[in-house]
């Protein structure tokens, strides 16, 4: 069963609050916290914990990108 999070549990997962660094895109939430690229929780302009969905567009790659990483749960 996959898990429920609200804005403010994923807020925490932001590399600061917490170990764990998590993003939000389309209502799914991907645990990023090994990846080299989002370390300290921030990804060039991007920051951890939050809901990506609107700023993809503006990323030199497409949304292929969420299937390295696990997904843990769904924003609620």
Do not use: C
């Not at 403010?8 to 090994?34: C, F, H, M, P």
């Not at 700023?55 to 497409?62: G, M, Q, S, V």
């Amino acid at each position: 069963m996959i898990k429920e999070f609200t804005k403010s549990q994923l807020a925490l997962r932001n590399g600061q609050d917490r170990e764990e660094i998590w993003v939000a895109y389309k209502g799914k939430i991907y645990d990023v916290t090994d990846s080299r690229l989002w370390r300290n929780g921030t990804h060039y302009e991007h920051w951890a914990g939050q809901d990506l969905t609107d700023e993809l567009p503006d990323a030199p790659h497409t949304d292929k990108v969420f299937e390295r990483f696990n997904q843990i749960g769904v924003l609620v």
